[in-house]
């Protein structure tokens, strides 16, 4: 099949109006058309179950018909670029918070957000962390430190958000949801760290200017600067702590001081 055949094919099968490609025949001379229309169905129907494997929270956040209906349309708008449907969903978010029917959820985008960074980390690089006691002794060359580089385990990443999305989403995996779904705030804005434990992907609420910082780090921002930067955007923001956080959870893999032998 020549490429600009495979793009009437993939067109017609994403497309809102059910059209059948020109040329399609049956083998038993039956309607290419009906047949054509099954397989489109069961093509839109596994991307839709795919984005609800991937995103069960947000699923469950507004009800399983609202959200394969919305689905449904981000599929066809969003076909995938890989064969890997573990990964399909990139955009996802963008396309909930420009959603208008779920403008009543407010917070719907970034759980949908937080549960697309729960995938990547889990399919994630390894990465062997940086010994603790490797750590302490860069740490002591304090005249150094600022113009340290650190770099983060491939499974790390941070979401702030302006909405409790870490909580909405432990909520949803107690026991009994609707009583811990009542304890929240989704107003209270949480920032969440991800990250890797093994095959097990961890997801916890961290302060702001925690958030912060390790954003930057994972940017390439020295020491340092990712340091004054947390500062001055949260002035609780703990440097100990959040240190003493990344390397417990084993999320620093390499630290770099100029003139340090040991990384």
């Known amino acids: 099949m020549r490429v600009s055949e495979q793009r009437i094919l993939a067109d017609a099968l994403l497309s809102a109006r059910p059209i059948c490609p020109p040329g399609l025949t049956a083998w038993n001379g039956s309607d ?3 047949r054509f229309a099954v397989y489109r169905n069961n093509v839109i129907v596994s991307l839709i179950d795919a984005l609800a494997d991937t995103c069960p929270v947000t699923q469950q956040l507004v009800g399983e018909e609202f959200f394969r209906a919305m689905a449904r349309l981000f599929v066809q708008e969003n076909p995938p670029r890989s064969r890997i449907l573990a990964f399909y969903g990139e955009g ?12 009543a959820v407010p917070y719907l985008a970034d759980v949908a957000r937080l549960e697309m960074l729960r995938v990547s980390a889990y399919h994630a690089a390894d990465a062997v962390p940086l010994a603790p006691e490797d750590i302490a002794r860069l740490l002591e060359d304090v005249a150094a430190l600022p113009a340290a580089r650190i770099g983060l385990h491939p499974s790390l990443a941070v979401l702030r958000s302006g909405h409790a999305v870490v909580s909405l989403w432990a909520a949803h995996q107690a026991g009994d949801v609707a009583g811990a779904l009542a304890a929240v705030d989704p107003d209270v804005a949480e920032a969440a760290l991800v990250l890797r434990a093994g095959l097990e992907v961890e997801i916890s609420r961290i302060p702001d200017g925690a958030a912060i910082f390790i954003m930057h780090l994972r940017q390439g921002a020295a020491f340092g600067h990712a340091a004054e930067l947390a500062s001055a955007a949260d002035p609780a ?9 990344l390397i417990h959870r084993g999320a620093i893999t390499t630290m770099t001081i100029p003139g340090s032998a040991t990384s």
Do not use: C, S, V, Y
């Open 32 to 34: 290419p058309g009906r």
């Open 237 to 245: 923001f703990d440097l100990g702590a959040t240190l003493g956080l």
């Open 92 to 103: 996802l978010a963008e396309f909930i918070g420009a959603f208008a029917p779920a403008a």
